[in-house]
């Protein structure tokens, strides 16, 4: 049994669609997209195999570069950078819990609406003690600045 060029060139598709799943880098797609424009041009004309080779590589090429950016802003979604600042921003003016002690030079540690959080003070604080959230002192945002009630 011997299969038809075009048959080979779709299971070659196939072959790319699969490896774009296992690894997806969003570049092997339009090589799956050149293999069945080639088992489609081989299906409709008689095509020697060095033609198929390059109707596989410019179709392949040309499918890359024109829509991988294009497609890439589709299928990659939205997210705002900010939405992490907007999470601890929300803390700012609530009350905390200290579960670990603070010192001035060593940060301890305070619970805010059902998370941890480090925190640091300008004086000692106790554990147990209520606190009152001023600002973020660290730029990652897991650090407040706090004051006792």
Excluded at 51 to 57: A, C, K, S
Excluded at 82 to 90: A, F, N, P, Q, V
Excluded at 116 to 136: D, Q, Y
Aim: aromatic letters at 10%; one cysteine or more.
């Amino acid at each position: 049994m011997s299969l038809s060029p075009s048959l080979i060139w779709f299971l070659a598709g196939v072959v790319f669609l699969i490896a774009e799943l296992i690894m997806p880098a969003f570049i092997l797609i339009f090589f799956t997209a050149g293999c069945w424009i080639t088992a489609l041009v081989v299906l409709l004309f008689n095509v020697e195999i060095t033609n198929q080779i390059l109707v596989f590589i410019v179709s392949s090429l040309i499918l890359l570069f024109t829509l991988r950016k294009y497609s890439m802003k589709i299928f990659k979604g939205r997210t705002p950078d900010d939405i992490d600042d907007k999470y601890t921003d929300s803390k700012i003016g609530k009350t905390a819990i200290v579960t670990k002690k603070i010192a001035p030079n060593m940060p301890g540690e305070i619970k805010v609406m059902g998370s941890f959080w480090r925190a640091t003070a300008n004086e000692e604080i106790a554990e147990g003690i209520s606190v009152l959230i001023e600002k973020k002192e660290s730029e990652d945002g897991l650090t407040f600045k706090v004051k006792p009630l």
